[in-house]
């Protein structure tokens, strides 16, 4: 699987949009992007995820560059209860090994009122 | 709709001691997962299952047994319990043939978590 890289933490104003950035550049063609967040002491919650087109959905949306070595999810109007750990990870969607997903260390987002 | 439910909430045992830590899901999902979390890092798989009946090891099986013997099931146990083993553990299960709409077997279900402290 393709190492991701994201900044250990970061912090955005409440009502603003919060860009979190996610390196990948070992990133293969088969691989998805996909995003998890994890608020304070619960389990992981799905984002988002996509493979080469941008994507949007009701709660964040995905950019990746077009040499998909990197990638940024969107939350375009953060809230309070946006504060949590953001997961990128990247994976295939076939093959013997589905749905192994291997979390790292995420971005502490902290979204200040 | 309960979706993944992980019981006990929170548990602590003695060295040495067993324990299953029970996970449901209703969803009729075909995956099963269990990861642990330790403070400050991100989620290790211990265990999947793709179905009833066949299990794998993850990153971190050792100390560690499962079983699936229907869909909605899959008890994590722990046979002798170490103080490694104290963490927070969460299920998740991923993926329904039956299942419409967005269809990925790396969208997983996460449960609340087991908090366990082996002392």
């Known amino acids: 699987d393709a190492k991701t890289t994201q900044p250990p933490s970061m912090d955005c104003a409440e009502g603003r949009a919060a860009n979190l950035p996610c390196n990948h550049s070992?990133?293969?063609?088969?691989?998805?992007v996909y995003w998890y967040r994890q608020i304070h002491s619960q389990g992981p919650q799905y984002i988002i995820h996509?493979?080469?087109n941008n994507e949007t959905n009701e709660m964040a949306s995905l950019i990746i560059t077009e040499d998909r070595k990197s990638s940024t999810l969107i939350l375009p109007h953060a809230t309070l209860r946006d504060t949590a750990v953001y997961y990128c990870?990247?994976?295939?969607?076939?093959?013997?090994?589905?749905?192994?997903?291997?979390f790292g260390r995420g971005t502490q987002l902290t979204v200040w009122p | 709709n309960a979706g993944v439910t992980q019981t006990p909430k929170f548990r602590i045992l003695k060295i040495g001691q067993s324990m299953t830590l029970q996970c449901a899901q209703d969803?009729?999902?075909?995956?099963m997962y269990w990861y642990r979390q330790d403070p400050g890092m991100g989620l290790k798989l211990i265990y999947y299952s793709v179905g009833a009946g066949i299990t794998d090891k993850g990153e971190v099986p050792n100390g560690y047994n499962v079983s699936r013997s229907t869909t909605e099931d899959f008890p994590l146990r722990l046979e002798l319990a170490a103080p490694s083993q104290t963490s927070v553990y969460f299920c998740?299960?991923?993926?329904?043939?039956?299942?419409?709409?967005?269809?990925?077997?790396?969208?997983?279900?996460f449960g609340a978590g087991t908090r366990l402290s082996v002392l």
């Open positions: 969803m009729n999902h075909n995956y």
């Open positions: 996509g493979l080469k």
């Open positions: 070992t990133i293969s063609g088969n691989e998805y």
């Open positions: 990870i990247v994976r295939v969607d076939r093959g013997s090994t589905l749905g192994r997903l291997y």
């Open positions: 998740a299960s991923s993926y329904s043939i039956q299942a419409g709409g967005v269809r990925s077997k790396n969208i997983q279900y």
